[in-house]
């Protein structure tokens, strides 16, 4: 993707179910859940860059002995940060260490050399960046069962109505955020299938002493869950863990946000995408299983697993976005669909250049739109061959060896065109000086186009706002002196904001959308533009529940090719020599190459919860209002 967009967190669960000694012996090292911990985050690194935490329990300490460690950073490169601090505290504790220690005293006495790890990448959706957005959140008691850590990949859409209802307990919420939501709703249920266990025990004449034991064997985590989240509405995948060694990922019922596991009898991993795993723990895909939209896998403190319904599920709606641009390309599936994303795009791409194999450079927007080239190039040699045998056919055995030569080499020309150069930095205060810089963002490789004569073709994951095209890509590729350029995305056209974990949450940072509106006022259709500014009004009080996204009345009058045009109009620089045209996925195509990833609100305006639709709406309104900021 040219211009980086804010996305998804990590997340990651290690919980060992043998003793450290097992693991010492076996690996060479007590540190083996702490050092896979490390190479899961590592491999999610592109899931987060924001900030980063980790959290250890460790299950069987005494009373008064510290049995939860915690780090978190938001320094420039927060894992190494995170476990340099870990690195730190391990060897100022073994400075202590007796000559004749053995495991039992690392665990008493050395920080993060417990059962259950939790660590977290952030991405801060909202913007803000404090240390005190950074998961895992804690919510600690002096009851270990009471005690709950969390992190999550999720946004909810309707913070504000479970901010009341956490209200309407009698508590008082330290933040306005779906996060402190999230964890105040949890504790609060955890809370009371304590105290529902406390009464019971308490009345069949146990002690205190003998009652915390007995609860925390008998804790129903799959109720506390199920009372804690029957309001959320948003994609989700939260992980958790009771301070007394329980823990759990749980899973949105759409399926929105993506979470994987692994087990075996030594140890339970869980990470945000399959191939971390994969590599991680070297098995097979085939042994890492997806968490069933709806469900949670719950880890009980004796390290017993099991997957349990939570929410009852619904039509699977998983982020296209992972598919296209977000997860790692490492993955078998999501390799295999963004080839195919970019081989379904070659038939209106080699009508655009009128079949001019000869006179076409194709090309590439470095890093993650490279598998979808080669999908595309694919494509566009299939399209080569059947030419070549058509040709063949036709001269019925008349051709010369020349003529032969000259047909049998026809092949689409690949060069690697754009090269990104530097990556800006955020202290340049003025436009003109920011747009000068973002102008040299990308350079191109010189000395291999045909000057007036060639058509290139660049393929993106993604056009979101533009910006970069119109500022440095578009610019730097004119230089060539091109006849045209061609500017693909493997992606469609994004029309609306994302409220479950993507940081596309204004409406008029969308070129789409801002086409569709000048479309609109060129047209002389502005009374569009008004009727669903008063439609939007209207329902603005309305639940979430009986809110329709009218926004989409603001593309209706016009064909997907049209928006196109205008979007190739706006982005091309006025100093722009080449001919410019931008062709975009359509949606059939995106989901003939993703058929088991549906989501595709963020193109079609079809929301998978009701708080998406209260979104957009609200989202327009401020947009027509200047209202700057997000709608949730």
Known sequence: MSELIKHECGIALIRLRKPLEYYKEKYGTWQYGLNKLYLLMEKQH???????????IKMELSPGQEYINRHRSIEQNPIKNIFEKVAKGIKKAEKNKPADADIRWIYENVPFSGEVYLGHLRYGTFGRNSIEFVHPVMRQ?????????????????????LFERLIALGQHPKAYTDTVTVLEKVGHFLDEENQLHFRQYKNSNYSNREISPLIETNLDVQKVLENASKDWDGGYAIAGMFGHGD??????????RPAFYYYDDEIVVVASERPVIQTVMNVKSESVHEIKPGDALIIKKDGSVSS????????????????????????KDIYQERKKLGNLLSPAILKSIDYDIENTVFSFIPNTSETAFYGLVQGVRQYCVDWKIKELKERNGSITYEEMVAVLSVEPRVEKLAIKDVKLRTFIADDASRDDLVAHVYDVTYGIIKENTDTLVIIDDSIVRGTTLKKSILKILDRLNPKKIIVVSSAPQIRYPDCYGIDMAVLEKFIAFTAAIQLLKDTDQQQVIDDVYRKCKEQQNLPKEEIVNYVKEIYKPFKAEEVSAKIAEMLKPDDCKAEVEIIYQTIENLHVACPNDTGDWYFTGNYPTPGGNKVVNTSFINYIEGIDGRAY
């Open 247 to 256: 823990a759990f990922v749980m899973r949105d019922p759409s399926g929105i």
């Open 141 to 161: 008691n002096n009851w270990k069962s009471r005690t709950l850590v969390m992190a999550g990949n999720f946004n909810l859409t309707n913070t504000d109505e």
């Open 46 to 56: 592109n899931r987060g860059q924001d900030g980063a935490g980790i959290v250890n």
């Open 308 to 331: 349990k319904m939570i929410r009852v599920p619904h039509t699977r709606r998983s982020c296209s976005f992972e598919r296209i641009y977000f997860s790692r390309g490492s993955d």
